[in-house]
């Protein structure tokens, strides 16, 4: 069974400059998760899809990042325009379903994004 | 906001040495989950406890749920270097569809 894809793996760019990032979830699964994880931290949940729905984006800084899941498969996250603190890996995940009590989540290999 | 934290930041231990890192939320989760991040690498899931108290062993690695459901502990019975990498737990507050809140997570080091 084939993974959690993302691209691209790295990306560098200047602040005020705009960035997106793909990510194709494990065949099959419903919700679909983007982190932000800063150098020396834990993941921190930016939003979360179930099938093409938004189920939860609380944390998301809607002024800058955007998101979408047009077809309930494939997802994009963006950044514009990018800040210096952007610089983190951005984690995509997904799980089979979302229920009251949590799914395990398979996490992708992360895109690591530096803003100069 | 939830808050997850972990103790300690990070453990240096001997090849052979017993490790265990503490997990504390600030409300009470309906689960816990456990993962492991290599260096360079993303989280990979380990376990999760569902139920007050449980206790679940994975070889040499055992994981504890809290009898108020706000505590987690994993300890690693004689690491070895394989085990390098920072553990995170992720807890699930009750009444929330799924979201994770990850902990700060902790570092090990394992030297031979």
């Known amino acids: 069974e084939a993974g959690v894809a993302q691209s691209p793996r790295y990306k560098i760019i200047e602040k005020r400059q705009s960035v997106a990032f793909w990510c194709n979830p494990i065949?099959?699964?419903?919700?679909l998760y983007w982190y932000q994880q800063i150098l020396g931290q834990g993941p921190k949940l930016l939003i979360q899809f179930q099938n093409n729905g938004v189920v939860d984006d609380s944390q998301l800084p809607k002024d800058r990042f955007s998101a979408e899941r047009l077809k309930g498969v494939d997802s994009t996250l963006k950044i514009q325009p990018a800040k210096l603190e952007d610089s983190a890996v951005y984690l995509c995940?997904?799980?089979?379903?979302?229920?009251?009590?949590?799914?395990?989540?398979?996490f992708g290999p992360g895109t690591r994004l530096l803003v100069l | 906001g939830q808050q997850v934290m972990q103790i300690p930041q990070y453990q240096h231990v001997q090849e052979g040495e017993d490790f265990t890192t503490y997990c504390n939320s600030s409300t009470t989760l309906s689960n816990i989950q456990w993962y492991k991040q290599r260096p360079g690498g993303h989280p990979v899931f380990l376990i999760q406890l569902v139920k007050s108290g449980e206790v679940k062993k994975q070889k040499r690695l055992t994981f504890q749920f809290g009898e108020a459901k706000k505590n987690s502990s994993l300890h690693i019975t004689a690491t070895q270097t394989t085990d390098v990498g920072t553990y995170f737990c992720a807890g699930v507050r009750t009444g929330t569809a799924s979201k994770l809140t990850f902990g700060t997570g902790t570092r090990l080091q394992v030297t031979l």
């Open positions: 995940a997904s799980s089979p379903i979302a229920g009251t009590r949590g799914e395990t989540q398979y």
């Open positions: 065949s099959g699964h419903a919700t």
